[in-house]
């Protein structure tokens, strides 16, 4: 019982180290807090003069680059003027990881509040790390949340007595990821902090996407989104944790300065960007030049207490999806690392593919060679004849995809000295839909059954055509045959092939065990004469060849697990 409540007098001893140890002299006088001169402040400035409640303007950068993307954020750090604000669901201390720790303490010390909320499961499992950020300045502060067992670092027995004991809590998440500047400048999206989402892993990044806006009135909806997850019961203070607070009573005597970096070490690498982060030049020529004003921008997050059932009012993000995709008439342009649809889902496709004339539905999602959760793959593979009926034209991204060079900065580099090498492994991992050619929405939720039911998510609705046209074809040229295998059925010609197709189909539905190894659908590869078609296409079996259910693995295993996990595990749509 007592590892099921915070230990109040450890708690009580940890305040009062913390109190009087916690240092609160700043390096800087100015009323600013010596925040760095950034261009990006025109842009803010801009939005303000020429907006109004009634007619707000915002600037909206699409961050495609990983790179760009960390280089971004370190800037606005330095830029900062009051405060800065993030929430993330993983956050590593590697080099990525490491370098956005220390330049948030730089401007905590300068005088700008620094607030971090990280999911437990996954972010700063270290609780050395934690126990000295709990000390290390007044005006830094991390919140973990939802700790399992009011702890910073779950062990695998706890991992597993916490779904037994406490399913339905431990299974809620904070998905959502905010960087919010002075109120005024924010980037969400899919990527968290680690690495692999600013393509400096040197074994598997991610194709990733996130946005910047900039204005205050997207801003303040973000900021208040912010403070009640700041100020919700489950985000704990660091002096709350069990194993934090146990740490910081026991070397409360001794000197102790942050643990080094732990994975991925590569100082030249973070001083050429830290470098480039202080390049006024550089941030107008990436940022300010690019920026779209937009009008119509909607910061959407769910509310912390969606898990709690209080309100229909907690789940209003999937409501907005399911309204927006409702509405579409000519097409629809999704992404989503793991193509898992829910209930809900699959009855407003449905209806799409009843209409008249049905929008067309263009989907970019992981192959199982790219995706870094086979399980979930599993249940898409189970499930591919569901999407192909509902009319999903399907394209399954490569783990070597030729255009990586344009999506991934160094990609020949990260191979390492190898010129034969093919290049770093990557993965899908943006979340992304495009509707009319107008609406675009780019945030953390997957559209899948977890994130519906589970998680909470967050994200930018924009409607403006110049922005959705940029969206789409970053994602249309992802589906290209370099750089995804086409999923179509496989062609009905004889009657075997119907018993197959008839087979697989009861298989599917059984409860337990789906033991039909030959599925409804499988990959094709373009072939070289031919340019890319529609997979309802005469010609298409003329132009594509069948390549398998699982091209491009490397790791026989992999493909063993994955039809072990498609034939036992439909009980787990809705968690996986």
């Known amino acids: 019982m007592s590892a099921c409540s915070v230990n109040r007098q450890l708690a009580r001893e940890a305040d009062l180290i913390v109190k009087a140890t916690q240092p609160s002299t700043l390096d800087c006088a100015r009323a600013d807090h010596c925040a760095m001169e950034s261009p990006l402040r025109e842009l803010a400035e801009t939005a303000r003069t020429q907006g109004s409640a009634e007619d707000p303007v915002h600037f909206v950068n699409v961050l495609e680059n990983g ?4 280089l971004l954020r370190i800037h606005l750090i330095r830029a900062a003027q009051r405060s800065i604000d993030i929430q993330t669901f993983i956050w590593v201390n590697d080099d990525a990881g490491r370098l956005l720790l ?9 005088g700008v509040r620094v607030r971090v909320i990280a999911d437990q499961l996954f972010s700063l499992e270290d609780t050395e790390l934690l126990a000295r950020l709990a000390t290390i300045h007044s005006n830094f502060e991390v919140r973990i949340y939802n700790p399992t067992f009011h702890k910073a670092v779950t062990e695998p027995l706890e991992f597993a007595a916490s779904i037994l004991c406490c399913f339905t809590r431990f299974n809620q998440r904070m998905h959502n990821k905010l960087f919010l500047v002075d109120g005024q400048f924010g980037i969400a999206g899919g990527r968290n902090y680690e690495n692999r989402y600013f393509d400096w892993d040197r074994e598997f990044d991610y194709r990733d996407r996130d946005v910047l806006v900039s204005g205050a009135h997207a801003g303040a909806e973000m900021q208040a989104s912010f403070e009640k997850f700041w100020n919700y019961r489950r985000a704990a203070p660091l002096t709350r944790l069990n194993d934090v607070n146990r740490r910081l009573v026991a070397e409360a005597d001794e000197a102790h300065s942050l643990p080094a970096a732990t994975r991925g070490i590569d100082p030249m690498r973070v001083a050429a960007l830290s470098a480039r982060a202080g390049n006024a030049a550089e941030i107008d020529r990436l940022f300010v030049r690019s920026a779209l004003r937009v009008a119509d921008v909607e910061y959407f997050s769910d509310l912390p207490a ?12 999937s409501e907005q999806i399911s309204a927006l995709i409702s509405q579409a008439h000519s097409r629809i342009v999704l992404q989503t690392p793991y193509l898992v649809i829910s209930k809900r889902a699959r009855k407003i496709f449905r209806a799409l593919r ?7 539905i263009l989907v970019s999602t992981n192959s199982l060679a790219a995706t870094d959760a086979f399980y979930v793959y599993a249940l898409s593979h189970k499930y591919k004849k569901r999407y192909l009926k509902l009319g999903f034209r399907i394209y399954e991204f ?18 390492g000295d190898d010129p034969s090498a093919e290049g770093v492994r990557v993965g899908m991992h943006a979340k992304s839909i495009v509707i009319d050619d107008h609406t675009t929405l780019i945030g953390s939720h997957n559209f899948d059954p977890r994130s519906d039911n589970y998680n909470t998510e967050s994200g930018f609705i924009i409607h403006d055509a110049q922005l959705a046209a940029q969206v789409s074809a970053a994602i249309l040229r992802d589906m290209q045959p370099q750089n995804s295998w086409t999923i179509a059925k496989r062609p009905r010609t004889n009657l075997l092939h119907r018993i197959n197709n008839a087979i697989s189909d009861f298989s599917t539905v059984l409860p337990l065990f789906d033991f039909w190894p030959f599925r409804y659908a499988t990959s094709y590869e373009l072939n070289p004469s031919c340019q890319p078609l529609p997979q309802n296409d005469p010609h298409f079996y003329d132009c594509y060849t069948a390549v398998g259910d699982f091209p491009g693995i490397d790791m026989p295993l992999k493909s063993v697990y994955t039809r072990i996990v498609t034939a036992f595990g439909a009980g787990a749509v809705g968690i996986l």
């Open 354 to 360: 009843e209409q008249a004339t049905p929008p067309q």
């Open 398 to 415: 490569k783990p070597h995809p030729a255009d990586a060079a344009e999506m991934f900065t160094d990609y020949a580099g990260l191979s």
């Open 306 to 317: 969606k898990q709690d059932g209080a309100d229909e009012e907690d789940q209003r993000l």
């Open 102 to 110: 220390d330049e948030l303490l730089a401007a905590a010390r300068r």
């Open 67 to 70: 790179e760009d993307s960390l």
